[in-house]
C-alpha cells in the first residue's frame, strides 16, 4: 500500500467520525423542540397570503400575470392589494419571461395610474432553466436583497429535461423543488404561475392544478384564480400551510384600482346572489314548488332548498301547506 493511499484511508475515517460527532452532537429531541418559542408566521399580504413558496393558477387568459403584477405592486410599495389587504414593504423582482416589454409596460401602467413607481421592483424577461439558471438567480436574489420573487411562468424556468417518464410524483416533486430550496435557503418568498387543468375536479379544487401532486406537495401555499372569461366577477382561493383554514373570497372588477376588488367571503356572496334570484323568481311567480324554482333558475335542487330553508330563517319566504313556497307578505 502506498503512502498516499494509506494517507486517504485516514482522511476518509477522519470525516466519517466527525461527521458522526457532529450527529450526535445535534441530536434533536422532541423535549427541546416543544421548549422552543417561534415567532408568529409572516405574511406577504396581511391575513391572505404567508411566506413561503407558492402556486398561483388559473386557466389560460383569466388574469394570471395581471394578478401576480399587481400583487407585486402592491408589495413593492406597502400598498394594498385587491382594494383591502395591506402588503408590507419588500423588494420586488418580476420574472415576466412570457412578456416583451411594451406589454409590461402597459400593464403597469394600468396597475399603477397615478400612484408613485416603486424604484424597489426589479423584473428580467429572460433567465436561464434550471439548473443553469439556478445559481445566477441565487446570486441575483442576493446582490438586489430580493425578498419577493414572482416566476412567469413555472413551466419557463424549471428543468423540464429531468423527466425520464418514471414515477410522476418523484420527477414533479424534484422538478420544482430548487424553488421550494430557494424561499428555505435564501429567505425570499416566491409567487410561481403555473397552468390550470381545463376539467374541474369534484373532490378538490387543489387537484386541478397541472400535472401530479408531486408539484402541489412542495409548495408552501396553493392560490386558484378563477373567472370565466369576459366577466366581472372573479373567485381565488388560497390554501397554506401556515393558514388554519382555507381561504375562498369573491372579486369583482374596480376602474378605480384597475383590478379586481375584494368583496367578501366567497359562501356568503354566492348565498347572497343565490337569495337575489330566488327572491326575484318568486315575485313574479308569486308562488312555485322547489323543483320549479330550480329549472327557471339553474340552480341545483339542493341548493334551492338550503336557500329557501334560509330564506324562511330570514323571515323572507313561507312554505304553504300544499309545498309551495312564496314570499312573505
Known sequence: MSSKTYLNI???????????????????????LLSKEFPEPEFIIDGLLPEGFSLLVGLPKTGKSYLAL???????????????????????AYLALEENERRLQTRAKELLKESEIPENFY???TWDRFPMGLEPLREYIRENKVEFLIVDTLARIV???????????????????????LYLQEGVSILAIHHRRKAESDEDWTL?????????????????????????KAELKIRGRDLVNDIEMALEWDDKIGFYRYVGDLDAVIESEQKKQIINYL????????????????????????????????GKVVRTKRGFYTLKP
Open 123 to 125: 423584473y428580467e424577461l
Open 283 to 314: 315575485k313574479d311567480a308569486e308562488e312555485a314548488k322547489p323543483s320549479e324554482i330550480a329549472k327557471e333558475t339553474g340552480l341545483k335542487i339542493g341548493v334551492v332548498y338550503t336557500v329557501l330553508n334560509r330564506l324562511r330563517e330570514d
Open 208 to 232: 386541478d392544478f397541472s400535472g401530479s401532486t408531486g408539484i402541489t406537495a412542495v409548495a408552501d401555499n396553493l392560490v386558484l384564480l378563477k373567472r370565466a372569461r369576459g366577466e366581472k
Open 159 to 181: 428543468d423540464t429535461n429531468g423527466k425520464k417518464g418514471g414515477n410522476a410524483y418523484i420527477e414533479d416533486y424534484r422538478m420544482v423543488e430548487p424553488l421550494a430550496d
Open 10 to 32: 485516514l482522511d476518509g475515517l477522519r470525516k466519517e467520525y466527525e461527521s458522526k460527532k457532529i450527529r450526535k452532537n445535534s441530536l434533536k429531541t422532541l423535549k427541546n
Open 70 to 92: 399587481h400583487i407585486g405592486l402592491a408589495v413593492a410599495s406597502g400598498g394594498v392589494a385587491l382594494g383591502y389587504f395591506e402588503c408590507k414593504r419588500r423588494n420586488v
